[in-house]
């Protein structure tokens, strides 16, 4: 299906509505080989939930708070956190992107369906759901959007590799014509198996599809260096944390420098105090400022 197409079944849940096709003509790319960006840091909306939820600040005062209070130049919206993307709504964040200097990357986008449904219909809706949220990115200037795959508890990993496959070649369909780059982030199930997740990449074999390796601190039950070594060759993004030691922190820095990833380590530290200093870490390690 085209993307056309596609625009006018999102249509009926709520896409076209939000802003429909005509908002976007000015900006539609043909599609390309994504472009391979430096190394920059950006702010992930997610490290600050708590105080979006607590109302101190909203969506629309992102940029001004990555750039004032943090000096970061790029920003990674939480979709669940916006307030009502209208054109409107979406023209202002544009507008205070730009007055602030600072770049929308990304799109994490939460309760929108998993991209490993066991059902034909599930992973249809998956697809629909995500459309209108490639298109916003695309009007927002971001290049990619972040997406789950986890797969229904106790699922069988060849089953649900089928279904990612089917669910990810849908909607790569329609990213690929707005130029919007389709990542998932290791967020449970069959996403934090490594190895699950380079045969899903190998079986998609698309340049616009790709990892956005989380660095969750390590667990008994998740080896996040041995993950991300894994992940890396297929990175479109860094899921940045923060580790126990420096030195930890040091090695996964340079284990995506050494890898050949160029592109935005998104700080998912929490809290203000844990931005600053993952700040510092990637500008020692990464960036080689003092």
């Not at 996403?191 to 008994?220: A, H, I, K």
Request: glycine share 8%.
């Amino acid at each position: 299906m085209n993307r056309r197409d596609f625009m006018g079944k999102t249509a009926a849940v709520g896409a076209a509505s939000l802003m429909g096709p005509a908002a976007f003509a000015a900006s539609k790319k043909k599609p390309s080989t994504p472009i391979i960006m430096k190394d920059d840091i950006s702010l992930a909306q997610w490290s600050l939930v708590d105080e979006v939820r607590e109302g101190k600040w909203k969506t629309l005062d992102f940029a001004k708070v990555a750039r004032e209070d943090f000096g970061l130049n790029g920003i990674e919206y939480v979709n669940t956190l916006m307030e009502v993307p209208h054109e409107n709504y979406l023209k202002q964040l544009n507008k205070n992107a730009a007055d602030h200097g600072v770049k929308n990357v990304l799109i994490m986008v939460d309760a929108e369906g998993d991209g490993a449904s066991d059902t034909k219909e599930g992973r249809k809706q998956f697809v629909i759901n995500h459309r209108k949220w490639i298109d916003i990115a695309q009007y927002l200037g971001c290049h990619a959007i972040r997406t789950n795959c986890r797969g229904p508890e106790g699922a069988n990993p060849e089953e649900a590799l089928k279904w990612a496959v089917e669910s990810y070649n849908m909607l790569l369909e329609y990213a690929m014509e707005a130029g919007i780059k389709v990542v998932i982030e290791n967020h449970g199930g069959v996403s934090n198996d490594g190895d699950w997740m380079v045969r899903l990449m190998q079986e998609v074999n698309n340049l616009y599809f790709g990892t956005y390796p989380d660095w969750r601190r390590p667990m008994d039950d998740f080896d996040n260096v041995k993950y991300l070594e894994k992940t890396l060759p297929y990175a479109h993004g860094m899921s940045y944390r923060n580790q126990p030691t420096e030195e930890l922190t040091a090695k996964m820095i340079n284990m995506a420098k050494d890898s050949g990833y160029s592109g935005w380590y998104g700080i998912e530290s929490s809290g203000r105090a844990e931005i600053k200093k993952g700040k510092e870490l990637l500008n020692k390690y990464l960036l080689n400022k003092k």
